[in-house]
């Protein structure tokens, strides 16, 4: 299934008001993480899967890459990421992450934020993303956290004053749909349990670098107090893997 809520108005609207739209890489709340975990871009082909605003695409030009290809399905972010871009080093593609249909062995690095629990099929993007990778080559991704993915209602449980008692987890070995309430919209993710992701990257050819969950940094802690509250459970999943030397 391949979905495409952003270009539907409202919807749009709402997340270009997100920090992590307004702010870039610093409004998000992995990037102190995630940004740690990738590779050196210099001289480097990068292919940015669900690229959204352009965010990693500028960042790896300004960290060295030769060039960069950013894919979205979304033709309202892609139209963003052109307005945010001065850079003919970078390219935005309009392509669905199932469509990917670049040549093999034409990318050094591929990235990809927040767009995996989007697909129905991690073996297929898997397989696609070793096939376009160079020997050698670095995949970095990030995705929401099985544990936050687990129940559809993806919320906390509150106590009469509102404030969060626990985060509720269930189903959690069930893979499969979830409908998502986000940005009062319902939108389709798919679940699958951490092993899953693990195991999906390892049956693909690549060996598996680092694994990381989500936690706020300081500076979030102090800019936005309630961020204490994700020291609680994971948001947001983040793994880095190496395609194996011929």
């Known amino acids: 299934m391949k979905q495409n ?33 990738l590779p050196d871009f210099q001289g480097k082909h990068v292919l940015d899967l669900g690229c959204g605003f352009g965010w990693h695409c500028r960042y790896a030009r300004e960290q060295g890459a030769a060039s960069v290809t950013g894919t979205d399905i979304s033709e309202r972010m892609l139209a963003s990421a052109e307005e945010l871009t001065d850079d003919s080093g970078i390219l935005y593609v309009q392509q669905a ?22 697909i129905e099929s991690l073996s297929d993007i898997f397989e696609n993303i070793h096939r376009v990778l160079r020997p050698g080559g670095s995949l970095v991704f990030s995705a929401e956290h099985p544990i936050f993915t687990s129940k559809k209602e993806q919320d906390w449980i509150y106590d009469h004053t509102g404030e969060p008692v626990y985060w509720p987890v269930d189903n959690y070995q069930v893979e499969g749909v979830r409908e998502a309430s986000f940005l009062d919209e319902t939108v389709i993710k798919y679940h699958r349990p951490v092993s899953v992701f693990i195991n999906e990257v390892i049956r693909a ?13 300081e500076e979030m802690l102090q800019k936005v107090p309630e961020m204490k509250h994700e ?8 793994i880095a893997a190496e395609k194996k030397e011929v």
């Open 97 to 118: 992450m199932e469509d990917m249909d670049f040549p093999k062995a034409s990318f050094d690095i591929v990235i990809s934020s927040l767009a995996f629990h989007y």
């Open 5 to 37: 809520k952003y270009d539907e108005h409202p919807f749009f609207e709402a997340y270009a008001d997100m920090d992590r739209s307004k702010k870039g890489l610093e409004g998000a709340g992995e990037w102190h993480i995630l940004k740690n975990m």
């Open 231 to 238: 020291w609680r459970r994971p948001m947001f999943l983040m």
């Open 205 to 217: 050819g690549f060996d598996i670098l680092r694994v990381e969950e989500s936690v706020p940094s």
